[in-house]
């Protein structure tokens, strides 16, 4: 239980809740809605009950609760008003809380009552638009300020590609090819990212087609070995680090020479990293995405 983050600063409450560090303190001292500790050296800090008290609160004055009234409720009844709220609306929400406690906690337990609660009432793809895909945001932007480990978001990212690969099992399994359209999916050298990539080919399944995942870390050259086999081929890649920014350009273009020789043949890319690109200029076979959602629709 060592590696489990149980001490938290304001600034980490800010990150992880979004509520500001001020309003925070005035919560705590007007309403007494927190108790912070000290460490033997009198710094400042808050505990793990702390935090998912404050996610609770949060949740009920996004929900329309005064801060007065969340502040006279029994502090043990929290928890159940926020349940019986989430069932009501809003369960995006209040998911996307519990799969952070789970990430700080390394709890699969509560990943899984979490994710098999959303399947009452989602499928699985609204799940990943609804849930993983802000959830995924925000935990880029906690690894950044360093809110939380490379641990903590390796541990939510495993899980959420397990999901993905079992409900993409489910559609190969009984997989009818509808035609002769195939789909190739990898990513750049070096680049590892890849669960958005992997949710655009559970859909492009899910849609009847043929979808070839190459995965991670994939030289352009290979690539040339699937026109042997497919003559109406679509690669996608997704571009989050790699190629690094003044390498974007000089790859397109080396893609475009190697791969992209017959009008039948597209490539689609989408990720951070062609923010900057001159998205006009781009050979007419290449098609830049802004989002999963926008090439999904696509399909």
């Given at each position: 239980?060592?590696?489990?983050?149980?001490?938290?600063?304001?600034?980490?409450?800010?990150?992880?809740?979004?509520?500001?560090?001020?309003?925070?303190?005035?919560?705590?001292?007007?309403?007494?809605?927190l108790?912070?500790?000290?460490?033997?050296?009198?710094?400042?800090?808050?505990?793990?009950?702390?935090f998912?008290?404050?996610?609770?609160?949060?949740?009920?004055?996004?929900?329309?609760?005064?801060?007065?009234?969340?502040?006279?409720i029994?502090?043990?009844?929290?928890?159940?008003?926020?349940?019986?709220?989430?069932?009501e609306?809003?369960?995006?929400?209040?998911?996307?809380?519990?799969?952070?406690?789970?990430?700080?906690?390394?709890?699969?337990?509560?990943?899984?009552?979490?994710?098999?609660?959303?399947?009452?009432?989602?499928?699985?793809?609204?799940?990943?638009?609804d849930?993983?895909?802000?959830?995924?945001?925000?935990?880029?932007?906690?690894?950044?300020?360093?809110?939380i480990t490379?641990?903590?978001?390796?541990?939510?990212?495993?899980?959420?590609?397990?999901?993905?690969?079992?409900?993409?099992?489910?559609?190969?399994?009984?997989?009818?090819?509808?035609?002769?359209?195939?789909?190739?999916?990898?990513?750049p050298?070096?680049?590892?990212?890849?669960?958005?990539?992997?949710?655009?080919?559970?859909?492009?399944?899910?849609?009847?087609?043929?979808?070839i995942?190459?995965?991670?870390?994939?030289?352009?050259?290979?690539?040339?070995?699937?026109?042997?086999?497919?003559?109406?081929?679509?690669?996608?890649?997704?571009?989050?680090?790699?190629p690094?920014?003044?390498?974007?350009?000089?790859?397109?273009?080396?893609?475009?020479?190697?791969?992209?020789?017959?009008?039948?043949?597209?490539?689609?890319?989408?990720?951070?990293?062609?923010?900057?690109?001159?998205l006009k200029?781009?050979?007419?076979?290449?098609?830049?995405?802004?989002?999963?959602?926008?090439?999904?629709?696509?399909?």
């Open positions: 239980m060592n590696n489990i983050k149980s001490q938290f600063s304001i600034k980490d409450l800010e990150n992880l809740t979004g509520i500001k560090a001020h309003t925070i303190r005035i919560w705590e001292k007007r309403y007494n809605l108790e912070p500790k000290r460490t033997e050296t009198n710094i400042r800090y808050y505990d793990l009950a702390n998912q008290k404050l996610l609770n609160v949060s949740y009920l004055n996004n929900n329309g609760y005064k801060i007065s009234k969340i502040a006279t029994d502090e043990t009844k929290i928890p159940k008003v926020v349940r019986e709220i989430a069932t609306n809003n369960i995006e929400s209040h998911a996307i809380n519990s799969f952070k406690l789970a990430m700080l906690n390394f709890d699969q337990s509560l990943f899984y009552k979490t994710y098999e609660s959303l399947l009452k009432e989602k499928e699985f793809s609204e799940i990943f638009y849930i993983f895909i802000p959830l995924l945001t925000e935990i880029g932007l906690l690894w950044q300020t360093n809110t490379p641990a903590h978001e390796h541990f939510i990212t495993s899980l959420i590609r397990q999901k993905i690969l079992i409900n993409t099992e489910k559609i190969q399994a009984n997989q009818i090819n509808k035609s002769n359209r195939t789909f190739v999916l990898y990513l050298d070096n680049e590892i990212h890849e669960l958005g990539l992997m949710f655009i080919n559970h859909e492009i399944v899910s849609k009847g087609y043929q979808s995942f190459l995965g991670q870390s994939v030289p352009i050259e290979s690539l040339t070995e699937l026109q042997q086999y497919y003559q109406n081929i679509t690669y996608i890649s997704y571009f989050t680090i790699k690094e920014k003044d390498e974007v350009e000089n790859y397109i273009d080396k893609f475009n020479n190697f791969i992209l020789k017959t009008d039948n043949t597209k490539f689609w890319i989408l990720g951070q990293m062609l923010n900057v690109l001159n200029s781009l050979p007419k076979n290449v098609t830049p995405f802004k989002s999963i959602k926008t090439l999904t629709d696509q399909l």
